[in-house]
């Protein structure tokens, strides 16, 4: 067994193997879980059972809840959920939450297949076991399920398939269009329709089995002096006594404060145990750190993306530079007030050329060029008529940073910013090391990879918002400030910015590769997750995502 896989899988695990081989590698290998309602449904119909009470002693009659098994020979652990003891015969009872179905066998087979190696169990232990019980919460039903020959036998061969996958280096494929995927708690992590259709597994129409946009959101704090903590299941902003917000657990995404906001012990205990990332920000919205619970146990994808690192990551970088330098090319074609053909087809050009690159050396070079005609261009998409130029030239736009020397150029590196902590966290909660990039190179204090996967974003996101705020004169010059040479937001306008920015990632645009319709906020985690699936060898290459 692998040095970092336990050597002794639970018996649940078989009921996940005999569902889906890679749904049991994903959960038990990776140590990657997601709740959905199933699962919550299901950990509330244990609550009960899970309390340790009685105990196996032999009597007439016992009943024994939240029983732990184990067996070096079956290579097996168990938490039983109930046994109970009569006339020298034990049975195991495992609650479901769902219904008994109407079938001949009485419940499908991972369920019979858990409950028979918890009987084994059982057996090994010393005791007497020919059945179990499985309680349907959802019907009030109990089945009874003989552990015959037939059902060990199958019980001992996917015990013994589960043991030689969990070896594996690679996690098994994705069932193909199976409708077990839909219902899965890990779809979003899984991607089953997607990986086949960039692998030619499939030719059918990718389903929208990414989860919907779930109802939390990120909780952004940028009133100085105000502190966030915990009081009756919610977090609750405060500041000299009064409360200026709060919002439950479950409606927390993220959490981002601004300068001297402080969070409390409880609070950053809460984020951490419901794997919510703590973002903080300068006053003026420098990204400066995150802080987040104990690191993914996915260490093979870190693994895997250190070689990657190590080996120069040519491919990856050469994707994600033409997604970039497409989604500028789209963005000028698409809001551009004025002749721009001229930057267009150099940009076609340069698209080509990144696709050629032989080294990231000269995809540096290539982006450069593509970042110079791009804010050149950057002012035809703006109204000629606003009060807020990109600097002495109208006509044109160089970026400038740190500080920045005019408004254009403070927006955009404010929301770069938001773009980044996104992008950071998003990293982070699929299992990579953020500062280990395959394009930008580690620098101490830089997020690389973080900066990797927003390459593609940078334009149909944060550059959208900003052509949109301006052009829709929610920003005008009111909402800047000028000091020590360089330009900043006021508070009013850092609160405008926000908001725009959220309404972008909560924009739906349809895929262009699986066609569904999908919120830029999900893009993110999906792209991250692709790239993942490239560095496991789960997928040929890593596609940048583009618009059109």
Known sequence: MDGGVPELPPARMLNEYAYCPRLFYLEWVQARFAHNADTTEGSVVHRRVDQPAGDLTPNEEFQARSVSLSSQFLGLIAKLDVVQGTDGYVRPIDY????????????????????????????????????????????????????????????????????????????????IDSPKCPRCSLVGICLPDEINSLTGKTTTPTRRLVPSAQAARPLYVTEQGAMIGVRDGRYEVRKDQQVLASVRFLDVSQINVFGNVQVSSQALRRAFSQE????????????????????????????????????????????????????????LRRNARRPVETAVRQ???????????????????????????YFGSFPTMLREDLDITPGADAESLARTRRPPKDPINCLLSYLYALLVKDCTATALGVGFDPYIGLYHRPRFGRPALALDLMEEFRPIVADSVAVTLLNTCEITASDFIRRAGGVALTDAGRRTVLR????????????????????YRRVLEVQAR?????????????TAFTTR
């Open 530 to 542: 692709l790239l993942g699936a490239y560095l496991l060898g789960e997928v040929p290459t890593y």
């Open 500 to 519: 725009a920015y959220e309404r972008r990632l909560d924009t739906e645009i349809r895929h262009p590769l699986f066609q569904y319709r999908i919120t």
């Open 96 to 175: 479901k939450k769902g219904k008994a179905p109407d079938i001949a066998e009485g419940a499908y087979e991972p369920e019979r297949v858990q409950l028979c190696a918890q009987g084994l169990l059982l057996r090994d232990a010393g005791y007497r076991c020919e059945e179990g019980i499985l309680y349907f919460a959802g019907s009030h039903r109990r089945v009874t399920i003989t552990f015959d020959s037939a059902l060990i036998r199958r019980t001992l061969k996917l015990a013994k398939e589960a043991r030689k996958t969990a070896e594996s280096d690679i996690p098994p494929p994705p069932l």
């Open 347 to 373: 940009l076609g050009g340069l698209i080509r050329d990144a696709e050629e690159a032989v080294s990231v050396a000269s995809l540096l070079g290539i982006e450069g060029t593509a970042a110079r005609i």
């Open 276 to 331: 919510v990332p703590v973002c903080f920000f300068s006053h003026g919205g420098w990204f400066s750190g995150i802080a987040e619970g104990l690191p993914s146990k996915h260490v093979t994808l870190r693994i895997r993306q250190v070689i990657e690192a190590g080996r120069g990551g040519l491919e990856t970088a050469r994707s994600m530079v033409v997604g970039k330098i497409r989604n500028c090319r789209t963005m």
